[in-house]
């Protein structure tokens, strides 16, 4: 089988981009942590659509397994092949189309994350995604998994950045859904389906994504707070004044900025006195004359004298600015320094989003004296990094060997509240398992009905999401 | 099978909400319009998302189709039944869930759009969604048919405004993804597929929708312009020089004018001269002390600069406000004066929704010389309400005897530029059989794959959307 198979495949990519090299193949059937090691028949590198399409109907002729791969980046396994061929979208790397009064901007999978950017600036616009792992990640693989980020708050995720698709289906077929429409409703949303299916109902090989008038003007502040309800009634209040132009309201904590200052160099605390919560906020507009400063100075003032706010600090500089954005930037990098770290990617609704701080500490630290629990994130989109810090005291093997029983009180707390135990991640196969405690039954099964609907042969990304 | 079927629905629901009576099935077979006159077994009034289960599997144990209905104003014969029974959601009336900090708002499926927007408003906040019938639609049609309305521009389609449903499915089990949450990557997109589908895969039974900072100052302009070329042009100065704030950027020509001010009374020009195409503009701000009225004065000074704009004024008053808006509110109402109409409801890039006006309305013309094309709309989003209105001296039977061939040269030209033949009100059943000349095979074939994989039987509101 194998053989007709890889020549098969040989026939339609060229020999070179039919990758069977052992050494080549560890790097892309490695989970980029090392969390996984997976392994694969062989790494396939078509150049375009119709080639993508060749790959998917030779494998499904041969009943092959696909796992489509970006950047690599993710970080639920979801693109970690057990078995069956690694299809990379690297060579499908143009910017095939701006259209700067359409505000749109089509590119193919394999342009990094970086590469849109630069595009959309280029042109004079934002393309508002953005992610730690921008210069490596891929648009194909922000798609795949819906990706979240730092801008969400006001431009949206993925999903909602993206008017339309180009893929291939599990039988090989290439679905046209390219639309650069801002109004269609001509069928069902496909493109919403395919976008966060993580590689399991097709292949993205292209999308159209929305651009917005480039910010031309910026302001940026670093609050410390004595509770996480107190940023909460502060984050009330900046929405309530600063309106359509909030785009971050992010959360640390002490312990945080602590790691961050002891750990990165040049860093320092932007407040003279420690305070136990803190808030990164940025106003952004495409007023070039638009005085956000004041607007956010008042803004900060009222919660001050509500009480709220304790002390605070204005970037009153781009250097400033990227020095208070590196605090909360570097957070998850510096952790590392402190030994290991069990993390969580959850959302609840915004307005519980404190209690949940407050409840979710209270309850791991009665699990482990001494644990330091390090939670931060997109506060205002209601999505925490709620990742625990093991006691100073401990082995990193000990404290791991505790994930699972962490992973279930934090995420029961969250199941309480209506949240989610991924709010951006994505479930690969980190959380593919844990799913099925916490979402409702229905909601799977019709999952599962609509995978084995698209693909019943079970060839695309198989094992990733659901346990079929 | 008839008696057994009316029983069971009777046990489950109360004799009272099972009607069988000729004239009140009378009132729920017809389309508003009356340009479809369908027939029903009964209509049913479930008063609970269980109630709506029940009567589900009733039918599907009986293999009766099942047609939901909102408030009966689509445009498509969505809601028109063809045998089986009319599901009416009128009962499921309740606002379940207000939550301000996490501005949603939990609504059952049979609130007027009218009662959620107040229920909104009531908190302090807003919800954008905005239609000519929001009177007397529901919000669960609202969903089902991706909803449009005049601030999309701004705040996006009904399926950007929705956070997480409550459906029931063709098997009568509850779907619940009644998420609050701005980010859940735990599975497939189902409420976004559910949404649009017109209620060929399910009935949404209720919503949690999105609420935004009520706006607390406003602008509004109506500008004289030559061409829509030049209305192309100036949008895209409002876009650059408003961003976050514009809101609404709707098109009108001077026929649309001369209609509405020749017909409605009390109704004048806002201009002292004629002009060929006109944009009504708003702007809208949380600040209160936002000046947007210099904001939106300065952006028109540029497009007069340029030679784009070639008169303007901006609203003083309330009264000048709603006078502006009524001459576009008014614009489908009023034409109705001149005789019978052709409509379309397209979509094309915004880049090219200036020339798909120049090029739709030569078109027509010389198809039949007299015609009054009347094209308006949300030129921002690139949506056009392209309608025809006959010729002064040819009867409304002779004219109406041409709908096809210019839906087809209307539709043709559409596609020609990557448009969507609707826009905004779906398909239903009036562009069922159009539908496949103009979607991607591949995409067609894809919506009929999940409609048999979800509705095996075929009983969710047969024969709209989609021809099996």
């Given at each position: 089988?194998?053989?007709?198979?890889?020549?098969?495949l040989?026939?339609?990519?060229?020999?070179?981009?039919?990758?069977?090299?052992?050494?080549?193949?560890?790097?892309?059937t490695?989970?980029?942590?090392?969390?996984w090691?997976?392994?694969?028949l062989?790494?396939?590198?078509?150049?375009?659509?119709?080639?993508?399409?060749?790959?998917?109907?030779?494998?499904?002729?041969?009943?092959?397994?696909?796992?489509?791969?970006?950047?690599?980046?993710?970080?639920?396994?979801?693109g970690?092949?057990?078995?069956?061929?690694?299809?990379?979208?690297?060579?499908?790397?143009?910017?095939?189309?701006?259209?700067?009064?359409?505000?749109?901007?089509?590119?193919?999978a394999?342009?990094?994350?970086?590469?849109?950017?630069?595009?959309?600036?280029e042109?004079?616009?934002?393309?508002?995604?953005?992610?730690?792992?921008?210069?490596?990640?891929?648009?194909?693989?922000?798609?795949s998994t819906?990706?979240?980020g730092?801008?969400?708050?006001?431009?949206?995720?993925?999903?909602?950045?993206?008017?339309?698709?180009?893929a291939?289906?599990?039988?090989?077929?290439?679905?046209?859904?390219l639309?650069?429409?801002?109004?269609?409703?001509?069928?069902?949303?496909?493109?919403?389906?395919?976008?966060?299916?993580?590689?399991?109902?097709?292949?993205?090989?292209?999308?159209?994504?929305?651009?917005?008038?480039?910010?031309?003007?910026?302001a940026?502040?670093?609050?410390?707070l004595?509770t996480?309800?107190?940023?909460l009634a502060?984050?009330?209040?900046?929405?309530?004044?600063?309106?359509?132009?909030?785009?971050a309201?992010?959360?640390?904590?002490?312990?945080?900025?602590e790691?961050?200052?002891?750990?990165?160099?040049?860093?320092?605390?932007?407040?003279?006195?420690?305070?136990?919560?803190?808030?990164?906020?940025?106003?952004?507009?495409?007023?070039?004359?638009?005085?956000?400063?004041?607007?956010?100075?008042?803004?900060?003032?009222?919660?001050?004298?509500?009480?709220?706010?304790?002390?605070a600090?204005?970037?009153?500089?781009e250097?400033?600015?990227?020095?208070?954005?590196?605090?909360?930037?570097?957070?998850?990098?510096?952790?590392?320094?402190?030994?290991?770290?069990i993390?969580?990617?959850?959302?609840?609704p915004?307005?519980?989003?404190?209690?949940?701080?407050?409840?979710?500490?209270?309850?791991?630290?009665?699990?482990?004296?001494?644990?330091?629990?390090c939670?931060?994130?997109?506060?205002?989109?209601?999505?925490?990094?709620?990742n625990?810090?093991?006691?100073?005291?401990?082995?990193?093997?000990?404290?791991?060997?505790?994930?699972?029983?962490?992973?279930?009180?934090?995420?029961?707390?969250?199941?309480?509240?209506?949240?989610?135990?991924?709010a951006?991640?994505?479930?690969?196969?980190?959380?593919?398992?844990e799913l099925?405690?916490?979402?409702?039954?229905?909601?799977?099964?019709?999952?599962?009905?609509l995978k084995?609907?698209?693909?019943?042969?079970?060839?695309?990304?198989?094992?990733?999401?659901?346990q079929?």
């Amino acid at each position: 089988m194998t053989d007709t198979f890889l020549s098969d495949l040989r026939a339609a990519l060229g020999s070179a981009h039919v990758i069977t090299d052992p050494e080549r193949l560890l790097a892309v059937t490695r989970e980029s942590r090392g969390r996984w090691q997976g392994e694969a028949l062989a790494l396939l590198r078509p150049g375009s659509t119709e080639e993508v399409a060749a790959c998917v109907k030779i494998c499904a002729a041969h009943g092959v397994a696909i796992t489509p791969q970006g950047g690599n980046t993710g970080l639920v396994g979801g693109g970690v092949p057990f078995g069956g061929v690694v299809l990379s979208l690297a060579r499908l790397n143009r910017i095939r189309e701006i259209d700067p009064l359409n505000s749109t901007l089509t590119v193919e999978a394999g342009c990094t994350l970086a590469e849109v950017q630069t595009a959309a600036a280029e042109a004079g616009r934002l393309f508002p995604l953005s992610l730690a792992s921008e210069g490596s990640c891929t648009i194909g693989g922000n798609l795949s998994t819906n990706a979240g980020g730092t801008a969400v708050l006001r431009y949206g995720n993925t999903r909602e950045l993206t008017l339309g698709i180009e893929a291939v289906l599990p039988d090989g077929q290439i679905l046209n859904a390219l639309s650069a429409l801002r109004k269609d409703n001509t069928g069902y949303a496909l493109k919403d389906l395919l976008i966060g299916a993580e590689g399991t109902l097709g292949i993205i090989t292209a999308c159209v994504v929305k651009l917005f008038p480039a910010p031309l003007s910026r302001a940026t502040a670093f609050a410390g707070l004595k509770t996480p309800e107190a940023a909460l009634a502060t984050f009330d209040i900046l929405r309530r004044r600063a309106g359509e132009h909030l785009v971050a309201f992010e959360y640390l904590e002490r312990f945080g900025i602590e790691i961050v200052t002891t750990h990165l160099p040049g860093a320092r605390d932007p407040l003279s006195e420690p305070h136990p919560a803190y808030a990164l906020i940025e106003l952004t507009s495409a007023d070039p004359e638009a005085d956000l400063d004041a607007r956010l100075e008042e803004a900060l003032g009222e919660a001050m004298e509500e009480g709220l706010v304790d002390d605070a600090v204005l970037a009153s500089s781009e250097s400033q600015r990227t020095a208070l954005w590196s605090l909360r930037e570097n957070m998850s990098e510096m952790q590392k320094h402190e030994g290991a770290s069990i993390k969580h990617d959850i959302s609840v609704p915004v307005s519980r989003v404190a209690e949940f701080i407050t409840r979710g500490k209270a309850l791991c630290e009665a699990l482990l004296p001494g644990l330091r629990p390090c939670p931060f994130g997109h506060f205002g989109d209601g999505n925490l990094h709620f990742n625990l810090t093991r006691p100073k005291d401990m082995s990193d093997a000990a404290f791991l060997a505790l994930y699972p029983q962490f992973n279930q009180r934090v995420h029961d707390l969250t199941a309480e509240m209506n949240g989610s135990i991924s709010a951006e991640h994505g479930i690969g196969i980190a959380k593919r398992d844990e799913l099925p405690r916490y979402k409702d039954p229905v909601a799977l099964q019709l999952c599962a009905t609509l995978k084995r609907a698209l693909d019943p042969q079970n060839i695309m990304n198989p094992g990733k999401v659901l346990q079929l």
